[in-house]
């Protein structure tokens, strides 16, 4: 019998490793079609807005604020009022973009808001007094709910809310209780659940 020339096996051989390369590489993309299946699905993904990092939207701050205004509620927007013949007024000092949380292809941005009522005019009394807010908008910067956020001072760091090294906020967190009320903001304030499997709150 006749040995096998050495080009036909070469080719032979190169046709079945060329067929085991495909084998794995229909498997790897599988399983990663199926991991990305699972984030995207069943997953919460937040993404931080780091100071002095690339934004294609540098207007975010003056978006959030004109966001403010359009709310027309008294807490949210600067304004000037009247006490007993005694005037004060409610200032914006800060508003800051912590970034977006995510939960399949919904997403929403988290800023932060500090308003600060003044004393009285003309006067160093009462002492001025801070009020902050977290503030959820939708990817148009339509304010969608708020909650108040005594020292907004606060990171979004990957789906938890940090101020310092204490988490305050977690909003991976998709049960029941969150869907219905909202996720639990400091330990004191709701923040609304806002992606659309929602459910009613059955609170009184």
């Known amino acids: 019998m006749l040995a096998p020339k050495p080009i036909t096996f070469l ?20 399983q990663d079609a199926e ?7 069943d997953g919460a993904s937040a993404i931080a807005l780091e100071p002095g990092s690339y934004t294609p939207q540098p207007d975010i701050v003056s978006r959030i604020t004109s966001a403010l205004a359009a709310s027309k509620l008294d807490q949210l927007t600067p304004h000037t009022s009247q006490e007993n013949g005694t005037k004060f007024s409610y200032n914006l000092k800060s508003v800051a973009c912590l970034g977006t949380i995510g ?18 005019e003309n006067s160093e009394y009462p002492p001025p007094r801070g009020h902050g807010f977290l503030l959820c908008l939708s990817p148009s910067y339509q304010l969608i709910s708020h909650c108040p956020l005594d020292f907004p001072q606060v990171k ?27 996720f639990l903001i400091d330990g004191t304030a709701f923040l609304p659940y806002p992606f659309a499997d929602h459910l009613p709150d059955k609170q009184p």
């Not at 991991?35 to 699905?41: N, Q």
């Not at 939960?103 to 009285?120: C, D, M, P, W, Y």
């Not at 938890?160 to 969150?178: N, P, Y």
């Open 156 to 182: 979004l760091i990957d789906t938890k809310l940090m101020r310092g090294e204490e988490t305050i906020a977690d909003f991976s967190v998709s049960g029941t209780a969150t869907r219905q009320r909202g």
């Open 103 to 120: 939960r399949g292809t919904e997403r929403f941005v988290l800023a932060t808001a500090l308003f600060i009522r003044s004393s009285a």
């Open 35 to 41: 991991a990305k299946s699972k984030e995207t699905y």
């Open 11 to 30: 080719v032979g051989l190169l046709f079945l490793l060329s067929l085991a390369i495909s084998f794995c590489l229909m498997a790897f993309r599988n």
